[in-house]
C-alpha cells in the first residue's frame, strides 16, 4: 500500500480545508481616552455675598424685594428659580419666604432667602373689616359666596368698595346686608373709609 506524500494530501483535501484564523486586538492603557478635567468652578477665588430686603405685601399688590450684591461684576438677578434680569427689584412678591439669586459675569451663582411679611391695615379698613366679619360673610364667603363676592378675601373687598357703600349706605337697589339695614354707626364706617381712599392701608 502506498504512502501518500504530505503535499498530495493536501492537495486532495484543498476544497475542503479551511483554516481559520482569529486576530484579537489588544488595547494598552495608554492607549485609552483620559477621563476630561472636572470644569472649572465659575465661583473658586471669589467671595460673593447677596442679601434682600423686603416691604411688606398688601392684600392686592404683594410687596417689593430689592436684592444687593458684591464680590464681583456683570450681576443679574432672579428670584424663586425665575429668569435672571438686569434690574434688582421685584414686585408684587406674594407673603412668604423667597430665594433670591445673583449671578455674575462669569457664570458664579449665589442666593439667599428673604421674608416678605404681610403689611398692617390701616384704622379705617381695620373697621371695615370687623363689621363685614359680624354682619356679611355669612352670605358672602367661600365658593358659594353669594353675587360671587367673598368679602373674606381682603383684595376683593377693597376692589368693591364702592358696590359695598352703594349697598349698605345708599340702599341702591335695596339696603344690605339682607334681614335689616345697617346702624348708623356702621354706615359711617364704611363711609369713612372709603372717602379716605378705601384703601388697606387707609
Known sequence: MKTKSFKSLLASTA???????????????????????PAADPCAGKTVTVSGSATAADPCSGGKVSVTASGSTGFTYSIDGGVFQVSSDFSNA???????????????????????????????FAAVRNLLNTNCISCHSGAGAAAGKDWTNDCIVISNKDKIKTRTVDGTPSFMPQGGKLSAADMKIITDWVNAGGRYSD
Open 15 to 37: 476544497g475542503i480545508l479551511t483554516i481559520v484564523v482569529v486576530l484579537y486586538a489588544c488595547s494598552k492603557g495608554g492607549d485609552t481616552p483620559a477621563t476630561p478635567p
Open 94 to 124: 406674594t407673603v412668604g419666604d423667597h430665594t433670591v439669586s445673583v449671578k455674575d459675569a462669569g457664570g458664579c451663582v449665589q442666593s439667599a432667602k428673604v421674608t416678605v411679611s404681610k403689611a398692617a391695615s390701616g384704622p379705617f
